[in-house]
């Protein structure tokens, strides 16, 4: 069966960092594009960012460039998003997703970032 | 990057059909075969029921199907039950290797 298990979300200030882990399982984690969706409260989905396989490419949603970077360690069946210089529209459920070219097979349950002073 | 357009809400009663259409531009829905289709239950994680346009997951009811004709996408759902109201995104790729999910449709099975 496959898992996916976020973790990392919590209280931040505005101009504050945050990183995000995903643990995934029950899957060859190494074979899958791998990405972030997130959603702020009672809003809809927003795709964040997304990996390949093998790391060597990354891409993201205009509004988080320059200031999330997501990365993976296959060895580890992890998946991080490390957030910087959050912002208050930044706030939201994180859902790590298996998938990024196709569609997305597989959600975890999310972990929520709040970003608020 | 502009979210696709999706109606807000939509409702039918108990066996009936209904459509929910997801339009974007030639940049995302217009030009790829990329599109999918979530269902949200209030309190829960997204579930993929299509992808590529018209194809179903193993184990998503035969009631749901999808299609495509230029830059609109649409989900039909055939013989309503209630529990198929939820929240539905459409989420198509949109060039640049990036993608972009539509506003969100809230289905009431009345």
């Known amino acids: 069966e496959v898992q996916l298990v976020e973790s990392g979300g919590g209280l931040v200030q505005p101009g504050g960092s945050l990183k995000l882990s995903c643990a995934a399982s029950?899957?060859?984690?190494?074979?899958?594009?791998m990405s972030w969706v997130r959603q702020a409260p009672g809003k809809g989905l927003e795709w964040v960012a997304k990996i390949k396989t093998d790391g060597s490419e990354k891409y993201y949603v205009d509004s988080v460039k320059g200031r999330f970077t997501i990365s993976r360690d296959n060895a580890k069946n992890s998946l991080y998003l490390q957030m910087n210089s959050l912002r208050a529209e930044d706030t939201a459920l994180y859902y790590c997703a298996r998938g990024g070219i196709s569609h997305f097979a597989s959600w975890g349950q999310g972990t929520l970032v709040i970003v608020s002073s | 990057q502009s979210a696709l357009t999706q109606p807000a809400s939509v409702s039918g009663s108990p066996g009936q059909s209904i459509t929910i259409s997801c339009t974007g531009t030639?940049?995302?829905?217009?030009?790829?075969?990329?599109v999918s289709w979530y269902q949200q239950h209030p309190g829960k994680a997204p579930k993929v029921i299509i992808y590529e346009v018209t194809k179903r997951p193993s184990g998503v009811s035969n009631r749901f199907s999808g299609s495509k004709s230029g830059n609109t996408a649409s989900l039909t759902i055939s013989g309503l039950q209630t529990e198929d109201e939820a929240d539905y995104y459409c989420c198509s790729f949109a060039g640049s290797s990036t993608l972009v999910f539509g506003g969100g449709t809230k289905l009431t099975v009345l």
């Open positions: 029950g899957f060859t984690f190494s074979d899958y594009w």
């Open positions: 030639s940049s995302d829905v217009g030009s790829s075969n990329l």
